[in-house]
T-cell receptor, first 110, second 118 residues
């Protein structure tokens, strides 16, 4: 089975900190995604990547950036964390019609 | 404009009864796909069922079936014989091409919280 591993289950960061959320997949999936999930809003796409060093903005990219230096790893970066970025962050990878999600990182910005 | 609309924030059903969760979508692409995922309180996203836009028959997977009405742009999930373990959030999602054409992505609805009562 494909595994998508998010490095942290829970994170607490201070306002203004630079935050890195890491995601690693153990299969040869081309596509990787970062979503944030908030109650009543569902999953909203932040950024996605279809190849190494290739990225596209999703629906809510403001305040975020991403890095994909290796095929298996996709990092989400909060350049200067703010309290409105407190949320659950889900990483996913896909190959054709098969999408696999990580367990999520619950980020709290105080 | 929302591409995936789930109009039911919450639904209740009695154990062993059937329930329909609504999903409508908006796309001008003739080739697309629709997914349903289940997210229990543990947070994992569990794939349930997939329907491609060119599929002739409605998709079925065990107790899950998809009522696909292309002209109405709806893809409702039907769960038969509900079980207590079906209590969870349910998300409808659509596969679409990215605007730059480099990849495909999943766009999600806001979800429906299903509660199965004993």
């Amino acid at each position: 089975d494909v595994k998508v591993t998010q490095s942290s289950r829970y994170l607490v960061k201070r306002t203004g900190e630079k935050v890195f959320l890491e995601c690693v997949q153990d299969m040869d999936h081309e596509n990787m995604f970062w979503y944030r999930q908030d109650p009543g809003l569902g999953l909203r796409l932040i950024y996605f990547s279809y190849d190494v060093k290739m990225k596209e903005k999703g629906d809510i990219p403001e305040g975020y950036s991403v890095s994909r230096e290796k095929k298996e790893r996709f990092s989400l970066i909060l350049e200067s964390a703010s309290t409105n970025q407190t949320s659950m962050y889900l990483c996913a990878s896909s190959l054709k019609l098969s999408y696999t999600f990580g367990s999520g990182t619950r980020l709290t910005v105080v | 404009a929302q591409k995936i609309t789930q109009t039911q924030p919450g639904m209740f059903v009695q154990e062993k009864e059937a329930v329909t969760l609504d999903c409508t979508y908006d796309t001008s692409d003739p080739s697309y796909g629709l997914f349903w995922y289940k997210q229990p309180s543990s947070g994992e996203m569990i794939f349930l069922i997939y329907q491609g836009s060119y599929d002739q028959q409605n998709a079925t997977e065990g107790r899950y079936s998809l009522n696909f009405q292309k002209a109405r742009k709806s893809a409702n999930l039907v769960i038969s014989a509900s079980q207590l373990g079906d209590s969870a959030m349910y998300f409808c999602a659509m596969r679409e091409l990215s605007s730059q054409g480099g990849s495909e992505k999943l766009v999600f609805g806001k979800g429906t919280k299903l509660t199965v009562n004993p």
